[in-house]
């Protein structure tokens, strides 16, 4: 398809666990961005991984969560041990480039992950 | 600390009433401001952006901002909504001085009655 794709849609895990969330952005585009969105929260930054640069990982809660973007393509968000407080949709974002040059990002529906 | 806020986290108005959201930023440095709108069961997408130039930005339907520097202020507005635009928006700002990654605010909830 022509926008982000994301996988799963939907993820129940139960607390401990570890799980992966894939986000296949649009063709083309340098720029992917992890956000997540809680209740109530808005949209709170993770990561984000623009071309063959370093990513910025400053978003990251915590050392339990880790992304990879393979051949500047596909990524995959890891979240080991999930505890309770990481339930949210997982939103991926690509772009042409960053999106303080460009301005726009496009999003996927996002993967909604709940933690029993 | 660098942040966005949005002041209103819920509206509700009718059909042909005007739709004002208020956002403010912290960043130092050059920005560039953005909202974003979700509609119901529906990805976000850009609604505007704001780069340099005429700090009165027109977006699609309907919508325009305008950037006020001293004020620290990017504020949404359509002078007569439609049902149609009962969404969630947000809104959004990256800046050299924060490594140009965009950071959102929290949202507001717009709901229009018919």
């Known amino acids: 398809g022509a926008g982000v794709s994301q996988s799963p849609s939907n993820k129940v895990t139960e607390k401990g666990k570890d799980v992966e969330l894939r986000c296949d952005p649009i063709?083309?585009?340098?720029?992917l961005y992890w956000y997540r969105q809680s209740l109530g929260q808005g949209l709170e930054f993770l990561i984000y991984?623009?071309?063959?640069?370093?990513?910025?990982k400053s978003g990251l809660p915590s050392d339990r969560f880790s992304a990879e973007r393979t051949g500047g393509s596909v990524s995959t968000l890891t979240i080991q041990r999930t505890q309770q407080e990481d339930s949210a949709v997982y939103l991926c974002?690509?772009?042409?480039?960053?999106?303080?040059?460009?301005?726009?990002?496009?999003f996927g529906e996002g993967s909604r992950l709940t933690v029993l | 600390a660098q942040s966005v806020s949005q002041h209103n986290h819920h509206v509700i108005l009718s059909e042909a009433a005007s739709l004002e959201l208020g956002c403010n930023y912290s960043?130092?440095?050059?920005?560039?401001l953005f909202w974003y709108v979700q509609y119901p069961g529906q990805h976000l997408q850009l609604l505007l952006k704001?780069?340099?130039?005429?700090?009165l930005v027109k977006g699609i339907k309907g919508f325009e901002a305008e950037f006020i520097k001293s004020k620290f202020s990017f504020n949404l507005r359509k002078p007569s909504v439609q049902w149609s635009d009962t969404a969630e928006y947000f809104c959004?700002?990256?800046?050299?001085?924060?490594?140009?990654?965009?950071?959102f605010g929290g949202g507001t909830r717009v709901l229009v009655k018919p």
């Open positions: 974002a690509s772009s042409l480039s960053l999106a303080s040059y460009t301005g726009e990002l496009f």
């Open positions: 063709s083309g585009h340098t720029a």
């Open positions: 991984f623009q071309g063959n640069s370093a990513p910025d």
């Open positions: 960043y130092g440095g050059t920005v560039n």
């Open positions: 704001y780069f340099s130039g005429d700090p």
């Open positions: 959004a700002v990256t800046s050299t001085a924060a490594g140009n990654k965009l950071t």
